[in-house]
């Protein structure tokens, strides 16, 4: 398991440092960036994603059904200096949040979610008659789509495409690793949830959703913070290929629009 899985406070910098690098110039392309503005993130766990827009002076909130996310969220923000409302719940229980928000972020949470048809129908209701929604997510097929470099054991941590083996291999190869079933359960899950690009788009063919624009990213802009690592989008013809996108796409970016 690297570092920052377990020193939750870097995680929340090393996020916080890609949202203002690289989230939020991307935003700015298609949707204003200013204080005052109204941002929801779905998903936010600590928050570090919203730490740059708090300091521009929008108005940020987080939501995240992880209590425990949240309250190291208020916890950061405090340090800080910063100003943000987290709540712990579901978000389609804060019906109140309705038709508020310029921005909604929701970076790789889709990818964990098993009713996606459902979050991605409703997800839309919370913004503004002008809002966008930019939303992230790893491409299920490329090396580290399971996200199994939250595991224990360093090989495992650091194997790429492992996620791709049958169900019952691949969970033989955790357990040989000797994850603990937190681990397992998780990775397992997310082997459940899997999330293609063609499976996104086709979501969203259902949904109310439009896309304004998207990036497939062959090195994630995250990578330069966490490895040091120059972010590349994905040429073509690589990008415009169904399926074989997907083994080379570390990182999707969408702006999304309701219909």
């Known amino acids: 398991m690297q570092e920052r899985h377990n020193n939750r406070e870097q995680y929340f910098k090393e996020l916080a440092t890609t949202c203002e690098k690289y989230f939020i110039p991307y935003i700015q392309q298609w949707h204003k960036v200013e204080a005052g503005m109204n941002i929801l993130e779905i998903g936010c766990g600590e928050g570090g994603n919203l730490l740059p827009f708090s300091r521009m002076g929008c108005k940020v909130t987080g ?16 340090r800080e200096q910063a100003e943000g409302v987290f709540i712990a719940d579901d978000i389609f ?80 190869v955790i357990n040989m690793f000797g994850e603990d079933k937190g681990c397992l359960d998780e990775l397992m899950s997310i082997k459940s949830t899997q999330m293609t690009i063609e499976n996104f788009e086709s979501l969203l063919k259902k949904a109310n959703l439009a896309i304004h624009n998207k990036v497939l990213w062959f090195v994630n802009p995250h990578y330069q913070t966490k490895f040091g690592l120059t972010p590349r989008k994905l040429c073509a013809p690589f990008s415009s290929i169904p399926y074989v996108r997907d083994f080379f796409s570390t990182s999707c970016f969408y702006i999304l629009k309701n219909k």
């Open 93 to 172: 229980n804060q019906t109140d949040l309705q038709h508020q928000y310029d921005i909604i972020i929701c970076h790789d949470v889709i990818e964990h979610l098993y009713n996606k048809d459902i979050f991605m129908s409703r997800i839309g209701a919370y913004l503004n008659d002008d809002g966008v929604i930019f939303m992230s997510f790893p491409a299920w097929m490329m090396p580290f789509g399971g996200h199994q470099q939250i595991c224990h054991n360093k090989l495992l941590s650091h194997l790429p495409f492992v996620h791709l083996l049958p169900r019952a291999l691949y969970k033989g």
């Open 63 to 78: 939501v995240d059904i992880a209590a425990c996310r949240i309250d190291e969220a208020r916890d950061f923000f405090k």
